[in-house]
């Protein structure tokens, strides 16, 4: 059968070039993996990105918080990557996505006077944070896995996709409950930062022809496969 | 392979065309023969679309592209090569009351004449090219290239030009005195002294080198690849290595031109 099939143009990015592909992006744009609030980060720079803080009433300034994600990594259907029972096995037309995340929050200060700041491992990851030695981050890291559709979309470089999350399950979270809700807010997390990541089609095939997309994304042969006409 | 790209016959025809479209031919010129005469030129050509026939597994026939090719030429011929001189003798005649009259004697030597040609027409070709593939400059390039020297046809292109001469003969040997009852003859002599293959012997090394040696570009990027464009500060450019490419032409149920490269 013929590459192109029933169109005229054909273009695929095997997982292991995704994978190239997406670890160039968020090397260039750490700011994508990287969010947190003042506290953590003094300003949006390619390196975070800045947001609100939690606010809640006596709290002034609000809870400052930070989530840092470790560069995924994907594995396009057929699956060939290990994953969690409740994921098992991955989809038709789907990728699963490992990463890890490191959540943080900024612990009253009040409750810590007089205690040093200490040497917090998250104080290594980025100069954007403002030197405030009232910081008092407590964090945890949770294994993720996620299972994603690709979509067509645009983006400022032309036609484009991206990755939409669909489910996600976290690694040995207990209680059910907590691990519930803290799926509950990693999937709208990750939903939101995989649907901001959107690689222009040129990219996907490195320039080869112009392609002007018909069918696909497609998920299959370990690869993201577009069909269209010149 | 990082990543396969692949066009069917009906886009390969449509994308060598458009590239076809784009190659700019340098002028050429020199001198060459024309028959028996010597003749300097200047030419420019360009091309156009041909049909894409993709043969497994590394041949692009293009058959009929048009080579449009615009010639300017000058060629010199001495007239007493076609034409036997000749004298007219004095002639004297006595008039009574006058005396002895004469007419001047006088010979015709034919000059040499310079006669320059100016011919626009295209030729078909059709040609198999391989495929290319180089790094260098740090720009990964495929090109077509063209096999061998190409069979250019040049069919009724040869009578025309020879009309062209013709016409461009026959103004000027007008003007020279005394050519009038012999000047269909000068120029049938000529033209015969040139003939068909006299043209081809003109044409072929003038408009060959046109298309020998022919580079279609199929794909020209940069090793380091501008994946993503920069969109402010924050969202620099982002770039890939390619690091290698391939290319094949595969036969399947349809015929592909096939690009496989690997990016890190």
Redesign the interface.
Known sequence: MSLTEAQSVFAAIHEDGLNDLLQRFFAARPRYLSYGSPGFVAATTVNSTQMSAIQFPGIPGGIDWSVQIARPRVDAHPQSAPLPAELDPLGLQRLSIHTVVEICINCNERQNRGREPENHPHDDHHGDKPPSGNLRPVCFKVEVFAIAHAERTSSPDGDAIRFIVDAIELVDLQPTDFETLIECLLLQILRAVLASVRLPLPALSAGAFSLTPAVGPEIENDQIEMYGSL | ????????E??AD??LDTAIGLISLPPASGAGTLGPFFASYNASASLSSGDVDLIAPSTIRIQDFRLDWNLGFSFGFDLSSFLPDFCIPQVCIDIPCVGRVCTPGFCVNWPTVSVPVSFSDFVKVTADFGISITQTGGVWRVEAVVQGTPNIQFGLVTAGLLAAISLAITPILLAVPFIGPLLAIAVNAIIAAIGIAGVTGLLGPILTPFVSGLRIPI?D?PVT?E???A?S????????T?DDVKAII?S???D?L??T????
Do not use: G, K, R
Not at chain 2, 1 to 8: G, L, R
Not at chain 2, 233 to 240: G, S
Not at chain 2, 261 to 264: E, K, L, N, V, Y
């Open positions: 392979m990082d990543i396969t790209a692949a066009i069917d009906p886009a449509q994308l794909y990027q690849f994946a993503l464009a969109t500060a924050i969202d620099p450019a982002v770039f890939v390619i595969t399947t149920n349809e592909e096939v690009l490269i690997d990016i890190s």
